[in-house]
Structure formats: C-alpha cells, structure tokens
C-alpha cells in the first residue's frame, strides 16, 4: 500500500493564482482530511470528509473548496491565493468504527509546502 | 473554547538523560488523546492513543500517561534517533469526527 500519497511536494503560487492540492489513500478508509500547520501554531484542520459525498468545514475554512467524489480522493482547491495560505498542508486518513469501537488513529501523507508571493 | 496545549516548546536533551514532555487540555469531555511524532519535512506518525485517566502505553523509550487534565509523553534514555517534534491532540467527547492539535514540542538529543 502507498497510504496516503499527495501531489505536488512544493509550489509558489503569485498572489491571485488558483490551484488543487491532489490527496489520495489507499487503504479504503472512509475519514479524510486537510489540515495547514504553520510555525509553532500546529495543526489546523481545513476541511474534511466522512465519506464520498459528504464534506464538512474544519477550524479554518476560508479560502478553500473540496470536494470527495470517490472514497479514494480528496483534492483541495485554493481560489484567489493570499499570502496568508503559505503554508505546508497534509492531508490525513483514518478507518471509520465498528459498531462502539472507533479508530481514532490518523494516517498523514508527506505534506505539501505552498508559497504565496 | 476547547484547547489543548504543549510544553516546553523545545527541548535540549544529552543523550541518556530522560525528561518529560507535557500536554494539557481543557474540553468538556475527552473521547481520546493522541500523541504523534512528526520528523522534520514529513508529515505526523501515531504513537499512542490515551483514552482515560490513570490509563499508560509505552513504545520503546516512550511512555504515554493521562490525568483529567494533562498528558505526559516520558521519554527514557534517549537517543538521537529520538529527536522530532511530538504533537499531542485531543478529541472531545462529542466529537466523533475531529480532533484538536497542539502546537507541538520540539526534541533535540545531543550525543
């Protein structure tokens, strides 16, 4: 298995600009999702998934759009990038529960580190 | 407003001299807390799960332990292999579907 895999490593965005950060899992996992981490601020959740179809807003929603067509992929799309997006962004994945069990580990991609100048 | 926060910011360690790192959270009520260990460049790796106080799990050098109010990472007689940042993060008991990071703790073993 890959786990979860994300594309591209590294970008610079001109102010304005707009792009999809591509996320993908292979592990069937229901649970997907986008979180931003700035220098000594941690992880921030973006958007994030519970299964194809159904997309909620995390803690810092403003500036993205995602959409989850398949269990497999989660893209995120940034409209108009500001400054305050560059970031290094990671996507995640975790397993849904069986009956009262829930599996809270989550499952971390490589990151992409996003410059907006 | 539920918060979970982490100290020192960094830590300095001689390798073989043991320490603890700290997490503290304030929620209306824990469903779970979770520690991971990111290395510089990559994206975060899961060490434990914590699920009620007194409760304890250990990997190795590292030993997780959970209060009410606080989690300890103790880390015995590390190596340098042991430096990274541990991130600690919460999940509050009505949430099934989110959790709540803190801004992590940086670990340098010197040789």
């Known amino acids: 298995n890959a786990g979860v895999t994300q594309t591209p490593k590294f970008r610079i965005l001109k102010i304005g600009q707009s792009m999809t950060l591509q996320c993908a899992q292979d592990m069937n996992h229901n649970y997907m999702y986008w979180y931003r981490q700035d220098p000594g601020m941690g992880l921030k959740l973006i958007y994030y998934?519970?299964?194809?179809?159904?997309?909620d807003k995390g803690e810092v929603p403003n500036g993205y759009n995602v959409s989850r067509s398949t269990t497999e992929d989660f893209p995120l799309r940034l409209e108009l990038a500001a400054p305050s997006q560059t970031s290094v962004y990671f996507c995640a994945s975790r397993p849904a529960g069986v009956l009262t069990i829930t599996y809270n580990e989550q499952f971390f991609g490589p990151g992409t580190r996003l410059t907006v100048l | 407003e539920d918060q979970v926060t982490q100290s020192p910011e960094a830590l300095r360690l001689q390798e073989g001299e043991s320490s603890s790192l700290n997490c503290s959270y304030t929620v209306s009520g824990l469903r779970g807390l979770f520690w991971y260990r990111q290395d510089p460049g990559k994206g975060p790796e899961f060490l434990f799960t914590l699920y009620s106080a007194g409760e304890e799990k250990e990997k190795e050098r590292l030993k997780a332990t959970l209060t009410k109010k606080e989690s300890f990472l103790h880390i015995t007689a590390p190596k340098p292999e042991d430096s990274a940042t541990y991130l600690c993060a919460v999940q509050e008991a009505t949430s099934y579907d989110k959790v709540i990071f803190g801004p992590g703790t940086s670990l340098s073993v010197i040789p």
């Open positions: 998934s519970v299964g194809a179809g159904i997309t």
